[in-house]
């Protein structure tokens, strides 16, 4: 068991530091519009209106991390410090110890996502709005980037973002807003940042 204990906090680890270092949302659970600016169309209705899809939901990315590091790192010490009796009980306290921490962390970041998007209002209210993106976006590849915007009554949002364009935009572009779909920003390249025709 010991071996099993190890692929697992090996495997949590490494997906939770790829997920923190890919930025929250973009390398995980991109349901929707991912953990960030769930308020910008984002209610449960939005997602089928049933709690029971909520639920379902925190099975993604972070709950399989998160709980496959705890199941190692649970089963490593009970068995370290346990002797044969902690042998014996390891698996057990270990699927527990995976299981709680799999679903703390999945409601956590859900919360914390709910949180850091802000309630807007109107998502039509950030259409035609200039943002800069924190995270590439690849129109071609489908890949999907992050864009931080300024809010109609102050403040500023993060949100999920994918490009209108075939061509990449790099980090640190600006950007507008051309549509808002399903918690994702549809963004173009900034009038301002258009090269001029000749």
Do not use: C
């Amino acid at each position: 068991m010991l071996a099993v204990y190890v692929a697992s906090l090996l495997f949590g680890g490494v997906l939770i530091t790829a997920t923190l270092l890919g930025g929250a949302g973009h390398a995980g659970d991109l349901h929707g519009g991912g953990d960030v600016g769930s308020g910008a169309a984002g209610t449960d209705a939005d997602h089928g209106g049933s709690s029971g899809h909520a639920w379902l939901s925190l099975f993604g990315l972070r709950f399989w991390s998160f709980g496959a590091a705890f199941f190692g790192l649970t089963g490593l010490v009970v068995g370290a410090v346990g002797g044969a009796a902690g042998a014996a009980l390891a698996p057990w306290l270990s699927a527990g110890a995976g299981v709680a921490a799999g679903l703390g962390a999945s409601a956590a970041f859900r919360a914390l996502g709910r949180d850091a998007g802000g309630e807007v209002a109107a998502a039509a209210a950030l259409v035609g709005r200039e943002g800069r993106l924190l995270l590439p976006v690849d129109g071609a590849r489908s890949q999907r980037g992050k864009v931080r915007l300024a809010l109609p009554a102050g403040g500023q949002v993060d949100l999920v973002a994918e490009s209108a364009e075939d061509d990449p935009l790099p980090a640190g572009a600006e950007v507008l807003v051309v549509e808002i779909r399903e918690n994702v920003a549809v963004v173009a390249r900034a009038p301002a940042q258009l090269p001029a025709r000749r």
